[in-house]
């Protein structure tokens, strides 16, 4: 049943999606005004009319819903993206994942998902502007139970003693690798996010020293092409999102 205060993923008959607050207040769009009040106490998928006779549909948000909707600090890391980097690393129900850094909390809402409640993903940020964008975020997805903030540098070093794995988003991840093999489970994952190829070339340089301590890496690009299927003709949308970034997984010896 959906409570009063509780947000809701409104879909009008055009597929456009409206994440809203539910409240006995009204709701304008431009195809008419509703009166949210009405959904309370009302199972999802309730169906509600406008003014103007228009019929939207009241949705449970998933992750993907709140990220498309959230506010943004930085660039995000992508659902294809967070999607190889959890099934690669074989992020799972429970497990500690300590993430840098938090950015507008994308990756760390997909991972606070994949850890479940039993898990934690503990995050640091090193832009205070970007570690309230990134706490707000979480909070919105009510992942607050499962996910520690740090408004602090991960390159200074990493506070917790044992990790199951680690993933980071940030301009230089073999700054951590001194940190991370101190810190990670033999079988845990290093996952690297770096948008440049020359940032995952000096990644490589680095590790040199750490001979010894992971597995072989593997370093991935993802690509989704989407389809546009129609009566007559069926072929691939003519624009895509190409490149957004290197995956590098290590496993830990
Ligand atoms: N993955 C995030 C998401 O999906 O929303 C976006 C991360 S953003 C591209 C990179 C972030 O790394 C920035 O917010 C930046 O401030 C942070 N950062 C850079 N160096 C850092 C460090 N040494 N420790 C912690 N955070 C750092």
């Known amino acids: 049943m959906i409570s009063a205060g509780e947000r809701v993923l409104l879909v009008d008959p055009r597929g456009k999606r409206y994440l809203v607050k539910v409240e006995d207040k009204e709701f304008h769009t431009d195809l008419g005004i509703l009166n949210l009040g009405e959904l309370i106490g009302k199972p999802y ?3 509600i009319k406008s003014h103007r006779g228009e019929t939207f549909t009241a949705l449970k948000p998933d992750i993907n819903d709140i990220i498309a909707k959230m506010k ?12 190889i980097i959890i099934a690669y690393a074989g992020i799972s129900p429970g497990d ?7 950015g507008s909390g ?3 809402i997909f991972l606070a998902n994949a ?15 970007f570690y309230e964008i990134a706490q707000k975020n979480v909070e919105l997805a009510g992942f ?15 506070d917790e003693e044992e990790a199951d794995h680690i993933v ?14 101190d810190v990670l489970k033999p079988g845990g994952y290093f996952v690297a996010y770096t948008p440049c190829m020359n940032q995952v070339h000096r990644f490589f340089r680095a590790l040199e020293e750490f001979r010894g301590e992971f597995m072989k890496p593997r370093v991935v690009e993802v690509l989704v092409r989407e389809q546009e299927v129609k009566r007559e003709c069926m072929r691939p949308k003519t624009t895509m999102l190409s490149h957004t970034g290197y995956i590098t997984f290590l496993r830990k010896l």
């Open 168 to 181: 980071l988003d940030l301009p230089q991840p073999e700054n951590v690798l001194p940190h991370a093999v």
């Open 72 to 83: 943004r600090g930085p660039q995000i890391v992508h659902p294809k993206d967070a999607g």
């Open 144 to 158: 607050s139970d499962r996910v520690v903030l740090k408004n602090k540098s991960i390159y200074n070093g990493i």
């Open 115 to 129: 850890v479940g409640s039993s898990g934690k993903v503990i995050s640091y940020e090193v832009r205070k502007d």
């Open 106 to 108: 994308a990756l760390t």
């Open 96 to 102: 500690t994942v300590i993430e840098a850094g938090a």
């Open 45 to 47: 998928g309730t169906k």
